[in-house]
């Protein structure tokens, strides 16, 4: 076969390539996104609307592991593992919200290290979550949360073999305790505050009580 046969017929496959790559960024991009606008979905309480845009993202993946068939190297990419990262994200963090239990990655059709990223990423959300209950007074749900981040970070800290095979995974948990030290502080403040103008309401009350039996 004459070289310039195989060379015109790599050439053709590249530029096929290509084109596919792009379509794929295209795909990956706005699977990230509709995992970003879950999220927040979820922090607002939206939950099946949050569940309506990661359909959408299942479908955007199920596209590529059609496309992959062709071309198996798109799907160890950057943007596509960053796509899974955030998918699982979201899908764990309005799980362990509406269930209080964890989907598993196989469930989730995404790789196990993406899954253990986006997992490690959870802690920042539920930081969030604690301090908008912090803002409406609401302390039982900011212990819940901080109980969550600490669960999280325990179990991804024993996996002493996953430090050295999932790239990312250490400077992820050494953020994630910086999140938990800050948010135990901030709930502690919060729970002493609340404990403080319970005991000021009681004693209030007791007093008044006081008087009105002085009165009589």
């Known amino acids: 076969m004459l070289l310039s046969s195989i060379l015109d017929e790599i050439q053709k496959h590249l530029l096929k390539r290509e084109e596919v790559w792009e379509a794929v960024k295209q795909d990956m991009r706005r699977a990230t996104r509709l995992s970003k606008q879950a ?9 099946r609307d949050a569940r309506e845009l990661l359909e959408e993202a299942k479908r955007l993946f199920s596209k590529l592991r059609d496309v992959s068939k ?14 899974f990262q955030e998918y699982a994200e979201a899908w764990t963090f309005m799980g362990l919200i509406e269930k209080d239990g964890f989907v598993h990655p196989r469930e989730l059709g995404v790789p196990s290290t993406s899954y253990i990223l986006g997992l490690a990423d959870v802690v920042g959300e539920f930081r969030r979550r604690t301090l908008d209950a912090i803002r409406k007074g609401n302390v039982s749900i900011a212990e819940d949360c901080l109980q969550k981040m600490e669960h999280v970070y325990t179990e991804l800290s024993n996996m002493d073999e996953g430090y050295l095979l ?12 910086h999140i938990i030290e800050s948010t135990r502080g901030d709930v502690t403040i919060e729970a002493r505050r609340s404990s403080l103008e319970h005991s000021i309401a009681q004693l209030e009350k007791a007093i008044r009580r006081r008087q009105k039996g002085g009165e009589a």
Do not use: M
């Open 166 to 177: 999932v790239s990312g995974l250490r400077r992820k948990c050494d953020v994630a305790r």
């Open 39 to 47: 999220i927040l979905l979820v922090h607002k309480e939206k939950n």
């Open 70 to 83: 062709g071309y198996p190297d798109l799907i160890y990419t950057g943007i596509v593992d960053s796509a």
